[in-house]
């Protein structure tokens, strides 16, 4: 089965976010990613991550202010300082917490921006942040995110869009962060795509479709896509990001005895 990990933004929300890394270790999972760290102390999550033996898997770049809506600021071109800072501010916490992956949230754009000028303010700025993690050997993540349900006016809707951002870059350290949720709005054809698409994949994500929830709680064959992912090769991290239906306890019937690592 594939290396599973732990969103915790949306799993074991049952108790304080500190608290979730032990409830993710006792759940079995060996590597847990959230989307930001910078409400807290770099020394206080590398403890979380140690006592509970635990690896970083991922998070995101700073997004802006994402309580007033801002999904990412990577388009936005009177934004370029705060994005220069971000990705410092990323690389400080990836260090602290050994973490080898950071997703790079493109940004909505707004009307005011033009589609040229957000696509190339865009590729800048990825291309600036790819050349500052490659000196730390880390990988940054461009997720193609739904735009028909939870984000519209996301900059980066799909996978092609993705792929075209990647290969304008053209720097070795740059993937796609495939989330089946996402993928299965926007495009379906989860199993052949992700074939297709595997050697650009840097990081996966899941949740049924739709409401987001568990395995089994949509239309997604979970079964077979986690058995696809094993034999296409993919040797990257699986993360569970989704929002339980009920309890996290009782939402992961999908993760079997048989599906978790060793502790
Ligand atoms: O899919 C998602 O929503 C996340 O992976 C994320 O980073 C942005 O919300
Ligand atoms: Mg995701």
Redesign the pocket.
């Known amino acids: 089965m594939p290396r599973f990990a732990a969103?915790l933004s949306m799993l074991f929300t049952e108790v304080d976010f500190t608290e979730r890394f032990a409830r993710a270790r006792a759940a079995g999972f060996a590597g847990v990613e959230y989307?930001f760290p910078y409400a807290y102390p770099k020394d206080l999550l590398a403890r979380a991550l140690s006592d509970n033996n635990l690896t970083q898997v991922l998070f995101?770049l700073p997004p802006g202010n994402w309580d007033a809506g801002e999904?990412g600021i990577a388009c936005l071109p009177d934004r370029l300082e705060e994005f220069r800072a971000g990705v410092d501010q990323g690389i400080e916490y990836a260090r602290a917490l050994g973490c080898r992956r950071l997703?790079c949230?493109a940004g909505l754009r707004p009307d005011s921006v033009s589609e040229d000028v957000a696509w190339q303010t865009l590729v800048d700025n990825v291309a600036y942040a790819a050349e500052k993690f490659a000196a730390e050997d880390i990988t940054l993540c461009l997720?193609a995110?739904n735009s028909r349900v939870?984000?519209p006016g996301f900059i980066l809707d799909t996978s092609g869009k993705v792929l075209a951002l990647i290969e304008e870059v053209d720097a070795d350290n740059v993937r796609l962060?495939y989330?089946l949720?996402?993928m299965q709005i926007m495009e379906g054809d989860l199993i052949r795509s992700m074939e297709c698409l595997l050697p650009w994949v840097g990081h996966i994500?899941f949740a049924d479709n739709p409401g987001r929830h568990e395995p089994g709680t949509g239309e997604i064959n979970f079964s077979n896509v986690f058995e696809a992912i094993d034999s296409m090769g993919y040797e990257g991290w699986v993360s569970a990001?989704y929002r339980p239906s009920g309890e996290t306890g009782s939402s992961l019937g999908w993760f079997s005895s048989g599906a978790r690592p060793s502790p």
């Open positions: 969103n989307l995101n999904r997703n949230l997720e995110i939870d984000m962060q989330d949720y996402h994500q990001e």
